[in-house]
């Protein structure tokens, strides 16, 4: 189901220059920087760059970490997720299934019923409210 059919080029003129760098260049923005870290309307979280729903806002809590947590995805087929073992770190990389936009990591300290931490960049987000 790849679409990622875009030229780098392409990303540049429509995403902004953090957007670009966080979901084209597996960046991470600044931890309490982001727009949804401390963010909590009712609606979806979606992909900034194809606009795939990835999160629930019934999903996301306060992990304390300065990125937007949630602990299960909108649909386990909307994102892959990949072992990172950059920057001297063991993580897995949670990516949109659609457009290979990196999103943040995956983590085990999470609450239940998953006990997972899906740790977002707002950077990689776009919000849609409920109606």
């Given at each position: 189901?790849?679409?990622?059919?875009?030229?780098?080029?392409?990303?540049?003129?429509?995403?902004?220059?953090?957007?670009?760098?966080?979901?084209?260049?597996?960046?991470t923005?600044?931890?309490?920087?982001?727009?949804?870290w401390?963010?909590?309307?009712?609606?979806?979280?979606?992909?900034?760059?194809?606009?795939?729903?990835?999160?629930?806002?019934?999903?996301?809590?306060?992990?304390?970490?300065?990125?937007?947590?949630?602990?299960?995805?909108?649909?386990?087929?909307?994102?892959?997720?990949?072992?990172?073992?950059?920057?001297?770190?063991?993580?897995?990389?949670?990516?949109?299934?659609?457009?290979?936009?990196?999103?943040?990591?995956?983590?085990?300290?999470?609450?239940?019923?998953?006990?997972?931490?899906?740790?977002?960049?707002?950077?990689?987000?776009?919000?849609?409210?409920n109606?």
């Amino acid at each position: 189901m790849e679409t990622n059919t875009k030229s780098d080029k392409q990303w540049k003129d429509i995403l902004d220059d953090e957007s670009y760098r966080v979901t084209r260049l597996s960046g991470t923005e600044r931890p309490f920087t982001g727009k949804y870290w401390n963010f909590n309307e009712k609606g979806s979280y979606k992909c900034i760059c194809c606009g795939e729903k990835l999160f629930e806002s019934e999903t996301k809590f306060d992990a304390g970490c300065g990125w937007p947590s949630f602990f299960i995805p909108a649909d386990q087929t909307c994102i892959n997720e990949f072992k990172d073992d950059s920057l001297g770190m063991r993580r897995i990389e949670v990516k949109c299934s659609k457009c290979d936009a990196h999103l943040g990591h995956v983590f085990n300290d999470g609450p239940e019923p998953t006990g997972l931490r899906y740790c977002i960049n707002s950077a990689s987000l776009d919000f849609e409210q409920n109606q």
